[in-house]
């Protein structure tokens, strides 16, 4: 286990799903977050895959002009989900009271979790699941930045400096013990929302 019980603890401490009730048809980063984003998507995604945005909302910052084979959506509202113009299909879960993803094994080509990690409780059991839904080299993209809803992110992330942040993503990798060396992205930023992202790919 990567985390302690200590360290998976928020300061709000109710049930997520009641802090999701209300949908936020907003942008959680600024323009130059997404723009980034996006170029890594067009960068690293093909129209053939199958694909998974967990943990998502009304955007999934993937390339307009690309047709992709599936895009499946996952997140606590589903009235923000059902406004996700990119989603072929979509289910909502609490993934801090169930981690069980419900897909067969080797199922996508790649996973999406874009400003989200944070807000894992249980992020081994999460990304065990990722690692299993993905095929043999797939892949799987965890961005973030330096923005959050405090109170709902986990303690050992608030705790955490950006390149401490970069650290304990790739350790939810290394602990699943089923992804390559990933890769990292690292822009610090102090005028616009710095950008990271950590790419592995399913062994
Ligand atoms: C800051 S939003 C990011 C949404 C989207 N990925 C984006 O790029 O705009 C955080 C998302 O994490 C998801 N989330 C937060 N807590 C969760 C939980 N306990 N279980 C499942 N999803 C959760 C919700 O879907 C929520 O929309």
């Known amino acids: 286990m990567v985390l302690t019980a200590e360290e998976r603890r928020k300061l709000d401490e109710t049930d997520d799903t009641l802090f999701y009730l209300q949908p936020r048809l907003v942008t959680h980063v600024d323009q130059l977050f997404i723009w980034q984003l996006t170029n890594l998507y067009r960068q690293y995604l093909r129209p053939e895959m199958v694909i998974l945005d967990l943990m ?12 992709y084979a599936r895009v499946e959506g996952h ?9 996700n113009p990119q989603l072929d299909r979509f289910f ?12 067969e094994d080797a199922t996508f080509d790649a996973v999406l979790n874009t400003v989200s990690v944070q ?9 065990r699941e990722i690692a299993r839904i993905l095929k043999p080299g797939g892949i799987a993209i965890v961005s973030f930045s330096n923005r959050m809803f405090f109170t709902k992110a986990i303690q050992a992330w608030i705790n955490a400096s950006e390149k401490e942040r970069v650290e304990l993503v790739k350790s939810y990798f ?9 890769e990292v992205i690292a822009r610090p930023s ?3 929302d710095p950008f ?8």
């Open 56 to 67: 998502s909302s009304w955007v999934s910052h993937l390339p307009k002009e690309v047709k």
């Open 75 to 83: 997140g606590l509202n589903a009235e923000e989900l059902a406004h």
């Open 92 to 103: 909502v879960q609490n993934l801090n009271q169930n981690q069980h993803l419900p897909y």
């Open 119 to 127: 807000y894992l409780q249980y992020p081994e059991a999460v990304f």
């Open 174 to 182: 290394a602990d699943s013990g089923m992804f390559g060396e990933p």
């Open 190 to 192: 102090w005028f616009s």
């Open 196 to 203: 990271y992202a950590v790419i592995a790919r399913r062994k």
